[in-house]
C-alpha cells in the first residue's frame, strides 16, 4: 500500500469505507424495528451519506492544512475544497449506501462479511487520515511527537517514513 504524500492531489474517499457506510445506519424512527424495507435502506443511506461526509472533510482539511501553512491556499479557498470535494463524496456515499443497503435487505446474512471488511477499510481509512496529519505538521512538531512517543516507549517508525529508528531499552 503506498503513501500519498503530495499536499495537491486531495484524496477522495474510496472503498476503505464502502462497507462501513453500507453497515451505518441512522435511526430515524425512535429505536423502533423499521416497519418496511424501505425505511431500512434509508436509513442505511443516509449513514453511508454521514461516513462518507465526515471521513472526506476530515481528509481534506488535513490534506490542505499543509498549503494553508505554506501560504498557497487561504481558509477561504481551504474551505471552498472541502465543501466540494465533500459534496462529490456525499453523492458517492449516497449510491454505494443505497446499493449495500438493498443488498442488505435482499441478503441479511452477508452484513458479518461486510462488517468484517469494515473493519480493515477503517483501518486503511485510519491511517489515510493519521498520514494527513502528519503532512500538515511543521517541522518542529513532528520532532515533538517523535521525542514524546520515545518517552512513552512508542516508536513511530512503522507509520512515517523517513526519519531514522532509535533503539528502545
Not at 40 to 59: N, P, R
Not at 74 to 80: A, H, L, S, W
Not at 143 to 168: I, N, T
Amino acid at each position: 500500500m503506498t503513501r500519498e504524500r503530495d499536499p495537491f492531489r486531495i484524496p477522495r474517499a474510496g472503498a476503505e469505507v464502502a462497507p462501513l457506510g453500507g453497515l451505518a445506519a441512522l435511526d430515524l424512527h425512535g429505536g423502533r424495528p423499521p416497519l418496511s424495507g424501505r425505511m431500512f435502506v434509508a436509513e442505511s443511506a443516509l449513514g453511508g451519506v454521514v461516513i462518507y461526509a465526515v471521513y472526506q472533510a476530515l481528509l481534506t482539511s488535513l490534506r490542505t492544512e499543509v498549503l494553508v501553512r505554506r501560504g498557497a491556499l487561504g481558509r477561504p479557498e481551504q474551505t471552498r475544497m472541502v465543501l466540494a470535494t465533500v459534496g462529490s463524496a456525499v453523492r458517492q456515499g449516497a449510491a454505494v449506501s443505497l446499493v449495500l443497503g438493498l443488498v442488505l435487505l435482499l441478503a441479511p446474512w452477508l452484513a458479518l462479511p461486510l462488517s468484517l471488511l469494515g473493519i480493515v477499510g477503517m483501518g486503511k481509512a485510519s491511517l489515510d487520515l493519521f498520514h494527513a496529519f502528519w503532512d500538515g505538521l511543521s517541522p518542529t512538531q513532528r520532532e515533538q511527537l517523535h521525542e514524546a512517543a520515545y518517552e512513552a516507549g512508542v516508536q513511530l517508525g512503522g507509520l512515517v517514513r523517513g526519519r531514522p529508528h532509535r533503539r528502545l531499552n
